[in-house]
């Protein structure tokens, strides 16, 4: 991917006092994420809020929530803060506030931030245009195909692929979008130093390594039931748009599209057989709304319009519009002849060709090749 020097501002790690406060405001008991925005809307910092006194906290939050944020350091937050302070020691381990500039703006403005995100592998990956793919967890042979494949397309396109890593739909994406030079984030919904489930662990190991993990939660939470639905307003909150790709009536992946729909996320569902189980939640989708897709082209047509994409793929890019545009000439070309020409690596490359593909100046054709589109004078 292209490195997030070129196109955002991303802070030095903030400083182990930084860290505390930062993780203390989190720790306090009866503090979440809405109440802890409200806090730093008013005090602007954790560190002015911990200053504040009761009598100031208490204007803004209940007494009992005031005097929480008054109470000493507990011994457990404290140990917290150890932790995490030599987790944050090891290569390629982020911890971003919500104040941080690297934050994903696409994030900060759902209704509930988290307040940290824990991250594993390629901080730059979240400056990537992004879509979810999400579904069962008891999926089909078929479902598993059409995620990976669906996946390391748009990854070959240049998005990022975000799911869950849970079992079924969620792995197969994964795994399907490492195949391509977008890569994949896994969000996760145990503290950023757990594998769940216990069978994924090597494919924890690759994402991050090659993609990102990302966490909300406190190093060491374990595995617990409430916490997976949470974390889908993550999935959806960082994509461009949700693709789920089976899903029974009741599952959780619906959950993640409802939350993508009031996020002002585009919804997509694949059709499946009136006889699938795994069918009538996809189908419950179209009926409320959710584009039917059968292609990914069609996915790609439909993000052409999303600001978020927008946002994140009109960035300047490492080779310069007029270069690439000059490199594509006017006949189809093979993306591996573009990377010989150029020197990019392919990551960087397939965000410049999306931005290009996203402003109507490049087309891709059926059989992989791009070529050039000239405007009309």
């Known amino acids: ?7 955002t501002a991303i802070s030095s790690p903030p400083d182990s006092r930084a860290i505390a406060d930062w993780i203390r405001l989190e720790g306090t008991a009866s503090v979440g994420c809405r109440t802890g925005r409200l806090l730093l809307d008013v005090f602007g910092s954790p560190a002015a809020i911990f200053r504040a006194g009761h009598a100031a906290l208490a204007a803004h939050v209940p007494a009992a929530q005031a005097a929480a ?5 507990s011994a457990g937050i404290a140990r917290q803060i150890e932790r995490t302070l030599a987790w944050l020691s090891e290569a390629n381990r982020h911890l971003l506030t ?9 994030l900060r403005h759902i209704p509930d931030p988290p307040l940290l995100l824990y991250l594993h592998g390629q901080r730059a990956l979240l400056s ?3 879509i979810a793919v999400v579904g069962s967890r008891n999926a089909s042979t078929q479902g598993r195909a059409n995620a990976a494949g669906f ?8 998005l990022c692929v975000v799911s869950g890593m849970a079992l079924g739909i969620d792995t197969a994406a994964h795994e399907g979008a490492l195949r391509g030079p977008g890569s994949t984030i896994a969000v996760i919904g145990t503290g950023a130093d757990r594998v769940y489930p216990a069978r994924n662990r090597p494919l924890a190991h690759r994402i991050a390594d090659e993609g990102c993990i990302l966490s909300e939660y406190a190093l060491g939470t374990p595995p617990v039931a409430g916490n997976f639905p949470r974390r889908n307003r993550i999935i959806s909150g960082l994509a461009a748009g949700v693709l789920v790709v089976e899903a029974a009536a009741q599952s959780g992946s619906l959950i993640t599209a409802q939350m993508a729909a009031e996020q002002g996320r585009e919804v997509f569902a694949l059709p499946g057989s009136i006889h699938s189980a795994l069918a009538k939640g996809c189908h419950q989708l179209i009926r409320e709304g959710a584009q039917l897709v059968e292609t990914v082209d069609e996915v790609l047509a439909a993000l052409r319009v999303s600001p978020l994409v927008r946002q994140a793929a009109a960035l300047p890019v490492a080779a310069g519009d007029d270069v690439l545009l000059a490199a594509l000439g006017h006949d189809p070309v093979e993306p591996d002849a573009l990377l010989a020409r150029l020197g990019l690596d392919a990551g960087a490359l397939a965000g410049e060709l999306l931005a290009l593909e996203l402003a109507g100046l490049l087309e891709r054709l059926p059989d992989g090749r791009v070529q050039r589109v000239v405007r009309a004078a």
């Open 98 to 106: 919500l104040h941080d500039p690297g934050y994903p703006p696409s």
């Open 69 to 73: 944020l008054c109470a000493p350091v």
């Open 128 to 130: 990537s245009p992004m």
């Open 151 to 158: 996946a390391e397309s748009l990854s070959h396109a240049g």
């Open 1 to 7: 991917m292209q490195d997030t020097a070129t196109h």
